[in-house]
């Protein structure tokens, strides 16, 4: 059975304007949002180490910086590099093997290589420079 039109009463439906109170149990010092956003490489980045990486060719250059990126994001030198990892950057497991590969016989990386599963990369930075890539530096006398 319908009710009766005639007897509704709008006003019943309409929300009530009430003050918002601050409840008694919220901390305002809470802990804030990252104000980066999106994914970033963490610093510092060794340029000589990229620059090199660059020479290699295109994927090994996006796998290099790809490494950086999780070398920030771990807080290490030597992690664990899965095919996931790589994806979002259009990396197929296959080219990521070739660029780690070059990596390596670079002496940019030392890979621990463990059967089926991923490898363990480990990023090789001398004291700012690739071994590779010392050149002697020449100094100004006048």
């Known amino acids: ?22 409840s008694q149990g919220v901390d305002r010092r809470r ?8 994914k970033f490489i963490a610093g510092p980045v060794d340029v000589v180490w990229l620059l090199q990486a660059r020479r290699l060719g295109v994927t ?3 796998v290099g910086l790809a490494l950086w990126h999780i070398k920030g994001l771990r807080r290490s030198d030597t992690f664990i590099l899965s095919n996931l990892m790589l994806q979002e950057g259009d990396i197929q497991p296959d080219a990521k093997r070739r660029a780690l590969r070059a990596l390596e016989r670079a002496g940019l990386v030392k890979i621990e290589r463990r ?3 991923s490898p363990q990369v480990t990023l ?3 004291n700012g420079t690739p071994a590779a890539a010392s050149v002697p530096v020449q100094t100004a006398t006048d």
């Open 1 to 22: 059975m319908s009710p009766n039109i005639d007897s509704w009463n709008l006003n019943h439906l309409r929300l009530r304007l009430e003050p918002v109170t601050r």
């Open 31 to 38: 802990r804030r949002g990252s104000p980066v956003q999106g």
């Open 60 to 62: 090994a250059l996006l």
């Open 115 to 117: 059967g089926k599963r």
């Open 124 to 126: 090789v930075v001398r």
